[in-house]
Nanobody, 124 residues
Framework: QVQLVESGGGFVQAGGSLRLSCAASGRTFSSYAMAWFRQAPGKERTKVAA????????YYADSVKGRFTASRDNAKNTLYLQMNNLKPEDTAVYYC?????????????????WGQGTQVTVSS
């Protein structure tokens, strides 16, 4: 199975942008659906974006639609999350996750492989 390592988090002012990356080890990255989750202090972890193996099927939480874009480069074994117009409520630890289930219903898949997370802090 793949192993996942996130990077690209940091501190940004409201209205700014960040791009998160998730590097996957192994040669089967392209067979996994991938997702980004986030967890703010004292809150549950929630899914913010997901993409199927090709990137053609995507899901976004209502709170990030129009601001966040998930993409993947299977040749580089990397998942991305472009985050624009960031808001203080986007502050959280962001995790990438993989699902080995062969389905394009990315919003409903069980994501069972996790990275360690990267902190995103948005100041007002």
């Amino acid at each position: 199975q793949v192993q996942l390592v996130e990077s690209g988090g940091g501190f940004v002012q409201a209205g700014g942008s960040l791009r998160l990356s998730c590097a996957a080890s192994g040669r089967t990255f392209s067979s996994y659906a991938m997702a980004w989750f986030r967890q703010a202090p004292g809150k549950e972890r929630t899914k913010v974006a997901a993409t199927n193996w090709s990137g053609q099927s995507t899901y976004y939480a209502d709170s990030v639609k129009g601001r966040f874009t998930a993409s993947r480069d299977n040749a580089k074994n990397t998942l991305y999350l472009q985050m624009n117009n960031l808001k203080p409520e986007d502050t959280a630890v962001y995790y990438c996750a993989a699902s080995p289930t062969p389905s394009d219903l990315v919003a409903r898949l069980p994501y069972t492989i996790w990275g360690q997370g990267t902190q995103v802090t948005v100041s007002s």
